[in-house]
Structures are given as structure tokens and as C-alpha cells.
């Protein structure tokens, strides 16, 4: 099970002119391949890895035991970030997120994650049993919250269709259960000129709104982000890589907001983007973008 990790190399030369980095929170353990790079080049550093997926966590611990006190993970939703700031002295210098899922999450065919897997409808991140499922989406939802979600998140033109269409299904035949039916099911619906000249998998953002909207993904990145800039040093930095527009939009936002706030600089003018010979090597690292916030108050 791998990870490529993406723009590390650009990430770890801004850290590296960086006043500090004693101490770095990785917000989006995944298999630790960010953490894993802070040890190796930053051999004062301490890193604290997060994530809310605990065979993730594990798995990176487990990994990284190697480096002893140097790391510790913690399972934990970044959009809680701020309650580090209860445990000890937590002033962190960098702050970094890698959004989304790792390769691990969608690989595994009964996360329910990847159209392309046969599993069962779930798509949650961490485990709570509390939790709404794509499961619960897709079969008890009606038309219209349904369409909302796939027209919100996946930015689906075709969501009221695609909406109505399901409703349709379930009536007549019952439950749509794994990932496999629904992509049949979505086949069904659209008409296969729709299909052509959606260009992608017609699954695509369908699975993704259902994604975003399990893990409520957008309003953890805002909670994170304001948490991140609550508990980060002075001259510290909030570093975060993000896939698609909606959460890019978000972060971009934040940081204009920030800086006419008068609550520091924004680093990167224009999001820093994979080389060629990156998106080459891993094809997952091709809608990346990174920006970079560094704190200069201390108020807040
Ligand atoms: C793209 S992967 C990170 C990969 C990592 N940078 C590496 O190189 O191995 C994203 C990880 O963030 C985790 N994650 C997503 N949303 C999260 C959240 N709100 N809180 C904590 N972890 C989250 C996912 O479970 C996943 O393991």
C-alpha cells in the first residue's frame, strides 16, 4: 500500500528558509509521508500527525515508531486543531494539510471511496458509527437534497436528472448497495451522448459530492484553517495543498481575508503547482495546489 506523496519537494524548500520549524503539526497524517520527510530533514523538528482515520494513523505510527519521541499521531479531525493548544504548550511553526484521501483509502475497495471498486457505500473517513453514509445518501435522501449535494459539491450539471433518476430506480427495484450498482444505476440514467461529452468517468462527481458531504469536508477545512491560525507561531506558516476548486476557493479566501485583516502575508501570489515531471510520475498530483500563509500577530 503506497502513497505518493504530493509537492513535498516544494513544501520542504519553503520549510527549510523558514525562521523555524521546531515543531510542525501534519494535519493529514495519511501514510506519513509528509512526517515522515520532516524527520528525516529537520532533525530538531518534532512533528504531531493527525488524522481521523485510524487504520491511516495506525498504519503511519506504526511506521514511523523508528523516530521515538521526535513523533507521536493522534486521531483527531483537523477541524479540532484548536484543542491542541489544551494539551501542553502547542505553538507549532508549521501547519501543514495534504487534503483529500490517500491513495490507501482508495485503494481499499470496501471503504467505498473509488467507482472504479466494487464495495459497499461508505465513504467515511473516520469510523463513527453516527455518522450519515453515501449509503444513507443515496437511498433515503429525496430528490431534492440529493440534487443539492451532487450540484453543491460535485459542481454535476446534470444533478437534478441524475437526482430524480435514482429516486426512480430505488422505487422500483429496491436499494442501490455497493459503489459498482450506483455507477450502473448512473449509466442508466444518462444518455450515453450525456456520457461522451462529460469526458471523465460519469461517476466522478457524483462520488465526489458524495465524499465531500459524508465527511463534511468544506466546513472542517474552514474550522481547520481558523483553528490552524489560532495555535501556529508567530512567523509561523500554514502550508496546505487542496484538489479540487471548492476547497482551493476556500483557502484562497481565507488568506485574502487574513491579509486584509491585517493578520500577515500570503507567500505563494499564485498557487504553486506540480512540475510536468511530477504529474508525470503520479497522475493523482495533477489538480494540486499549494498556498502558503505566514502568520505576522500575535493577537488571535
Ligand atoms: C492526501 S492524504 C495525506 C497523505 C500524506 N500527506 C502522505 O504523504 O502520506 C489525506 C489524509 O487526510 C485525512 N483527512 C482528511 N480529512 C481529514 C480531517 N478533516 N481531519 C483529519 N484527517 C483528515 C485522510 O484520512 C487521509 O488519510
Known amino acids: 500500500m503506497e502513497h505518493t506523496p504530493v509537492l513535498l519537494d516544494e513544501i520542504i524548500e519553503y520549510a527549510r528558509q523558514a525562521e523555524k520549524k521546531d515543531l510542525i503539526v501534519d494535519c493529514t497524517l495519511g501514510l506519513g509521508g509528509y512526517s515522515e520527510r520532516f524527520l528525516k530533514e529537520f532533525h530538531q523538528a518534532i512533528v504531531i500527525g493527525l488524522d481521523v482515520d485510524p487504520f491511516a494513523q495506525n498504519m503511519a505510527k506504526e511506521r514511523l515508531s523508528r523516530y521515538g519521541e521526535r513523533f507521536s499521531a493522534r486521531l483527531m479531525n483537523f477541524r479540532d486543531i484548536e484543542e491542541l493548544k489544551n494539551s501542553g504548550k502547542m505553538v507549532p511553526d508549521l501547519v501543514v494539510f495534504d487534503l483529500g484521501v490517500s491513495n490507501l483509502q482508495l485503494t481499499s475497495a470496501d471503504r467505498g471511496f473509488s467507482y472504479n471498486e466494487e464495495g459497499p457505500l461508505d465513504m467515511r473517513m473516520g469510523r463513527d458509527s453516527d455518522k450519515v453514509t453515501a449509503w444513507d445518501v443515496i437511498n433515503t435522501f429525496d430528490a431534492p437534497e440529493m440534487s443539492d449535494i451532487f450540484r453543491i459539491y460535485g459542481e454535476e450539471r446534470h444533478a437534478w436528472q441524475i ?26 440514467i444518462l444518455p450515453a451522448p450525456v456520457q461522451r461529452k462529460m469526458g471523465k468517468h460519469p461517476a466522478r462527481r457524483i462520488f465526489q459530492a458524495l465524499r465531500i458531504f459524508v465527511n463534511d469536508e468544506l466546513e472542517s477545512l474552514e474550522k481547520g484553517l481558523e483553528g490552524a491560525f489560532v495555535i501556529v507561531a508567530e512567523k509561523g506558516s500554514i502550508i496546505i495543498v487542496s484538489y479540487h476548486s471548492l476547497e482551493d476557493r476556500i483557502v484562497k479566501h481565507t488568506f485574502k481575508r487574513w491579509k486584509m485583516e491585517g493578520l500577515g502575508q500570503i507567500i505563494t501570489k499564485k498557487p504553486v503547482v506540480p512540475s510536468d515531471e511530477e504529474i508525470e510520475n503520479n497522475i493523482k498530483a495533477r489538480s494540486a495546489k499549494m498556498r502558503i500563509f505566514k502568520k505576522e500577530t500575535i493577537f488571535r
Open 163 to 188: 437526482a430524480k433518476g435514482i429516486v426512480r430506480y430505488r422505487q422500483k427495484e429496491g436499494t442501490i448497495d455497493s459503489t459498482t450498482s450506483l455507477v450502473q444505476v448512473l449509466r442508466q
